[in-house]
C-alpha cells in the first residue's frame, strides 16, 4: 500500500523560503511519476509540479516557474519541493501525489495515490 506522507510546511515571511518533503513507501517508484498540488481557501486543488521519478523530468505550473524546484532523492524514496520568493499567494495546503505511470501529469485525476498535506502561510 502507498504511503505518503508530507512535511516542512509553516508559516514563512514573503522573500522567504520552504522545503516541503514527501516521504514514500509502499513499493518502489522507478516506473512512477510523483507531484504537488495545492489547495488554497476556497479554491479548488491546483497542480503546482510533477516529476518522472526515473529521469528527474520535471513539469512546472506557470505561477511558479523560477521560484520553485521538484527533485527526488531515489535512495531516501523522498519527494521535495524548494520553494523561494514566497508570496502570500503561495498560502495553500499542499499535497504530494503520485501514479502508476511515468507521465508528470498535471491533473490531479490521473494521481491515485495522496498524502494527507501540509500547510503554507506566507504572510505578507
Known amino acids: 500500500q502507498v504511503q505518503l506522507v508530507e512535511s516542512g510546511g509553516g508559516l514563512v515571511q514573503a522573500g522567504g523560503s520552504l522545503r516541503l518533503s514527501c516521504a514514500a513507501s509502499?513499493?518502489?517508484?522507478?516506473?512512477?511519476?510523483m507531484g504537488w498540488f495545492r489547495q488554497a481557501p476556497g479554491k479548488e486543488r491546483a497542480f503546482v509540479a510533477a516529476?518522472?521519478?526515473?529521469?528527474?523530468?520535471?513539469r512546472y505550473a506557470d505561477s511558479v516557474k523560477g521560484r520553485i524546484t521538484i527533485s527526488r532523492d531515489n535512495a531516501k524514496n523522498t519527494l521535495y519541493l524548494q520553494m523561494n520568493g514566497l508570496k502570500p499567494e503561495d498560502t495553500a495546503a499542499y499535497y504530494c501525489a503520485a501514479r502508476d505511470t511515468e507521465f508528470p501529469n498535471i491533473f490531479e485525476s490521473a494521481y491515485p495515490y495522496w498524502g494527507q498535506g501540509t500547510q503554507v502561510t506566507v504572510s505578507s
Open positions: 516529476i518522472t521519478w526515473s529521469s528527474g523530468t520535471a
Open positions: 509502499g513499493r518502489t517508484f522507478s516506473g512512477s511519476a
